[in-house]
């Protein structure tokens, strides 16, 4: 079992920026993609960004040029800096990892992001 645990959530105000941590529990990490998923009130959960064992990044539109994700895997951690934060960006969001060629992955518990105006 891989434990991923996140931390930086909060409150900020529009316009804002904020970091999110995840630490994963076991070296299987540095051959994952990990991932950054969100869900609003009463919307699906949606992928936010990814990156590759490599380092290569992927970002859906509405966040891309505001958010950065990476990844240290000397530290078994993902990060995503979050920049220019919105009302709409405020929702729970959630790390995850998926292990190269296996189909199942972990979840983080998931953290509450909450951008007032």
């Known amino acids: 079992q891989v434990q991923l645990v996140e931390s930086g959530g909060g409150l900020v105000q529009a316009g804002g920026s904020l970091n999110l941590s995840c630490v994963a529990s076991?070296?299987?990490?540095?051959?994952?993609?990990m991932g950054w998923y969100r869900q609003a009130p009463g919307k699906e959960r949606e992928l936010v960004a990814d990156i590759a064992v490599g380092g290569k990044t992927n970002y859906v539109s509405p966040v891309k040029d505001r958010f950065t994700i990476s990844r240290d895997d000397a530290k078994n951690t993902v990060y995503l800096h979050m920049n220019s934060l919105t009302a709409e960006d405020t929702a729970v969001y959630y790390c995850h990892l998926q292990p190269i060629a296996t189909a199942a992955g972990y979840w983080g518990q998931g953290i509450q992001v909450t951008v007032s105006s």
């Open positions: 076991r070296t299987i990490f540095r051959i994952s993609r």
